[in-house]
């Protein structure tokens, strides 16, 4: 199934996790962006280079909300294999200043 993803930042995000891409990544957010991890506060640099990039980490999008800023999606790693996940943005302009993250 291909999912459309129709906010340019949230596609933008998707794209450079599924290549692997850091620059691109950090790119697409704003400077001061936040995140968090199954409901808690996770230092953004530290959490995206272990379970993103140092893990090969991908993103399957399965489903997406109406406002096109909340991801279902079967995320994969090579540390703790795939799961389903929701991944939710909060977009400042045409960058993402938050995302939250966990286990559907």
Do not use: H
Not at 9 to 28: E, I, P
Request: avoid cysteine; aromatic fraction near 10%.
């Amino acid at each position: 199934m291909t999912v459309q993803l129709d906010d340019p930042a949230v596609a933008a995000f998707v794209a450079a996790v599924n290549a692997g891409d850091k620059d691109a990544f950090f790119a697409v957010l704003t400077e001061d962006a936040t995140m968090s991890d199954d409901g808690s506060e996770r230092d953004l640099a530290a959490w995206t280079d272990k379970e993103i990039f140092s893990a090969d980490g991908r993103m399957q999008v399965d489903r997406v909300s109406p406002d096109g800023r909340t991801l279902e999606v079967t995320y994969s790693n090579a540390t703790w294999g795939s799961m389903r996940t929701r991944w939710t943005f909060t977009v400042a302009g045409d960058r993402i200043s938050r995302f939250e993250t966990g286990q559907a």
